[in-house]
């Protein structure tokens, strides 16, 4: 994938190419900063998730792109014991633990500098990790899976 940005004259001020992962027809998450300045510089470039939701005691492989090397590295959850990390690298894998919303953050600082990235992933109690909630189809009249599919109640018509 590849992001650019462009002012209101049309001159190109910043852009970043991406390798994105996700499963198939499941949404992903992706949290990325271009690059306008050299002095402005940040240091988590983008924080990729391959789902928006899992299922307790799912594991998920979350990565981080920095530039150079930072001094430290540190994730979180919250809240607190939503889910757990095996490491603090850029690449780390989260296994969810507790059902509700869990923003994934990330922290690098380095001795002049410190940035801060954020996910939120849906944790579930049962289900499949590429189900989503219903939403509202454009006019409002059914409600339809992460596909567009229609969800009837037994009796009922779209």
Do not use: H
Not at 137 to 147: E, T
Not at 149 to 155: R, Y
């Amino acid at each position: 994938m590849t992001l650019e940005a462009f002012d209101g004259a049309g001159v190109r001020i910043g852009a970043a190419a991406l390798l994105l992962a996700a499963a198939r027809g499941s949404p992903a998450l992706l949290d990325a900063t271009l690059d306008a300045a050299e002095a402005d510089r940040p240091i988590i470039k983008a924080i990729v998730a391959p789902r928006t939701s899992v299922v307790q005691g799912e594991r998920m492989l979350l990565q981080a792109r920095v530039s150079g090397s930072p001094a430290t590295l540190a994730w979180a959850a919250a809240p607190p014991g939503c889910g757990t990390f095996a490491q603090a690298a850029a690449a780390t894998e989260w296994t969810a633990v507790a059902a509700g919303r869990c923003t994934l953050t990330l922290t690098a600082a380095t001795a002049d500098k410190r940035d801060r990235r954020s996910v939120t992933v849906v944790v579930r109690t049962r289900g499949r990790s590429y189900q989503n909630p219903l939403a509202a189809a454009p006019g409002g009249r059914v409600l339809v899976d992460q596909r567009g599919t229609p969800f009837l109640v037994k009796g009922e018509s779209a």
